[in-house]
């Protein structure tokens, strides 16, 4: 993807501004919101960890810098954003790259005021003075956490000069992530984008695999190509689990190697402007699946398509869910891998040695991103914009001596992220082939080069 093309997916500052607009006119009048950044995490010694921005902050400012404070202030006649961050230092900037500065975050990032964090402790109590409630996400930053209690403690100790300090701090994340569920028409747009670079990114180490290479290198195809289309991090720890270690749902060591004969699983998705992707795909290391391979992985793909059949508006969260139970668990009765009526085998949860994830989560700036499942205790109805991922799988520990020896460390998953529609969903990963045919003959054909 060229430069341009990046810089059009990019989250617009209108939209930010839409955003904050959004969620201040959820708030009584005469309240704040107050949304700590990333701080810098050390990787070891002196060397930092890749910065990553708080998605929350993000959402709300696009701006993308450590050791920041939003805040936003809702009285009577007037809303107004104001900003700390870290004032301009050329010395600092030497060492470690450019700063907006109060300055430049009034000119780039639509700020009424900014300031120099460094004058937090100072500027906080004035901007507080009269404000009856504190929304903040709260057991995230503890650090701001208690410089905010700090500050209320000096502007209670001030009432005397006529400072009237915040009575109430109240729980900001379930305004903010109900706003995050749901995705705008840019959001959109940037999710599609993610989904389709880490499905090319998926081909990609199909086409490469080989019996003989080790776990790690197709995992460095799939990091090369997104960062050749401008996604610099994954959106989390990519798995690359070949044979048995494709039965350990987080595997992320990497470090064994492709045999001949085995099936790898790949979960992996780029993060493209700090929105993810999440696409799981299983395939024959040596491009062609076993009878007992087919076998499972057919019904694994019947499970899921039967899902993305069913998704749409209004449909409970739990629906989709009940129906992988329902086919996966069939079809192991049918394959002889469980024994009993389907309909007793799922009221014990038999199903769950082979079946014990979910069949998915939300997805959005966060891998499992925020949004309650449940709403006043029944299962949320599915609306559009939301975007979740459908991923069931089937996976049979290398020594479970209660099946037969060709279904034993065989583990497989297939996973998509779908976009809620007015009409039904869309399928944002529908680029990466996954029907056993298809997933063949790419395999064949990049061989054949």
């Known amino acids: ?261 085995d099936l790898v699983l790949i979960d992996a998705g780029c993060e493209c402007d700090y929105y993810a992707g999440d696409i799981t795909r299983t395939f024959p290391v040596n491009g062609r699946f076993s009878d007992a391979q087919r076998a499972l992985y057919e019904l694994v793909l019947k499970a899921q398509l039967a899902c993305l059949a069913e998704i749409k508006p209004g449909i409970p969260w739990e629906h989709t869910q009940d129906i992988s139970v329902r086919v996966i668990t069939e079809g192991l009765v049918e394959l002889g891998i469980l024994t009993g009526r389907p309909q007793d085998l799922i009221a014990c949860g038999a199903y769950k040695a082979f079946y014990m994830h979910r069949l998915g989560h939300w997805l959005g700036m966060d891998v499992h991103d925020v949004g309650d499942y449940k709403v006043e205790g029944e299962w949320r109805l599915l609306e559009p914009g939301m975007v979740m991922t459908v991923e069931p799988g089937i996976y049979i520990a290398p020594d479970n001596e209660n099946v037969e020896p060709c279904w034993r460390g065989i583990g497989i998953r297939i996973e998509d992220d779908v976009l809620i529609t007015h009409d039904g969903c869309e399928v944002l990963s529908a680029s990466v082939p996954k029907t056993v045919d298809a997933i063949e003959a790419l395999m064949a054909t990049a061989r054949n080069r």
Not at 10 to 33: G, K
Not at 42 to 59: G, H, L
């Open 1 to 261: 993807m060229d430069k341009n093309k990046m810089k059009q997916l990019c989250i617009s500052q209108r939209e930010f501004a839409e955003r904050r607009a959004s969620l201040v006119a959820q708030l009584p009048t005469n309240s704040v919101a107050i949304v700590p950044s990333a701080t810098l995490q050390y990787r070891n010694s002196d060397v930092d960890s890749p910065f990553r921005q708080d998605s929350d902050f993000y959402y709300l400012s696009g701006f993308d810098e450590p050791d920041a404070l939003m805040v936003l202030l809702k009285r009577e006649s007037l809303v107004t954003y104001h900003l700390f961050c870290q004032p301009r230092d050329p010395e600092m900037e030497i060492w470690n790259g450019y700063r907006a500065g109060p300055e430049g975050a009034q000119t780039d990032y639509m700020v009424d005021k900014a300031f120099s964090i460094n004058t937090l402790d100072e500027q906080l109590p004035v901007l507080l003075d009269g404000i009856e409630s504190v929304y903040f996400c709260m057991g995230t930053r503890h650090k701001i956490e208690s410089r905010i209690e700090q500050c209320l403690q000096t502007m209670r100790k001030k009432r005397r000069q006529g400072m009237r300090a915040p009575t109430k701090l109240i729980e900001l994340s379930s305004l903010l992530h109900e706003m995050r569920l749901i995705k705008s028409t840019q959001e959109a747009q940037v999710m599609r984008a993610a989904g389709e670079i880490s499905a090319q990114a998926h081909i990609r180490a199909m086409q490469a695999c080989r019996p003989g290479l080790m776990e790690y290198q197709l995992e460095a195809e799939i990091i090369y190509h997104f960062m050749q289309q401008g996604c610099r991090l994954p959106a989390y720890s990519s798995i690359v689990g070949g044979g048995n270690n494709g039965c350990v749902l987080h595997y992320v060591s990497n470090n064994s190697e492709l045999k001949d004969g």
